[in-house]
């Protein structure tokens, strides 16, 4: 998806929809791990920072902490011996997370990209329960 297809006047939506990730940030502080809050916290910043800006200055950095966290939720599911029912659960949040990504459409761009970012925090949730309940 061509990132200038979003008109500014969505470009709020898509920042608020980071605000679903502050339940694994809290999480994360919750069972002390402090490592995966910092890379949270840092995905909320910079991810609020880019898509409320009216230029394209923070896309970098957003990629690098998504990635980061992607990197990192594995980690955790690595470390939690990949245990079930939650490591099932961040599978099919997966899924469903690439569904949203890739088929992002012009017309509903906003909409799957904020469901995006909803399935992403359930996948980080997801993998964080795999580690602590293993």
């Not at 920072?49 to 957003?62: A, E, G, P, V, W």
């Not at 470390?79 to 569904?99: N, W």
């Not at 992002?104 to 993998?127: F, G, L, N, P």
Request: contains cysteine.
């Amino acid at each position: 998806m061509t990132k200038g297809l979003i008109s500014q006047r969505n470009k709020p939506w898509l920042a608020f929809s980071n605000v679903v990730f502050v339940v694994p940030f809290i999480l994360s502080l919750h069972f002390a791990l402090y490592w995966h809050a910092i890379i949270v916290g840092l995905v909320i910043i910079f991810s609020v920072l880019y898509h409320s800006s009216k230029i394209n200055l923070f896309i970098r950095i957003d990629s690098l902490t998504s990635y980061t966290l992607i990197i990192a939720n594995l980690i955790l599911c690595f470390l939690g011996r990949f245990s079930m029912p939650f490591f099932a659960l961040t599978v099919c949040s997966v899924i469903t997370a690439l569904y949203f990504y890739f088929h992002e459409k012009r017309q509903t761009y906003v909409w799957y990209h904020i469901a995006w970012h909803s399935m992403s925090a359930v996948i980080t949730i997801c993998s964080i329960l795999t580690y602590v309940y293993a």
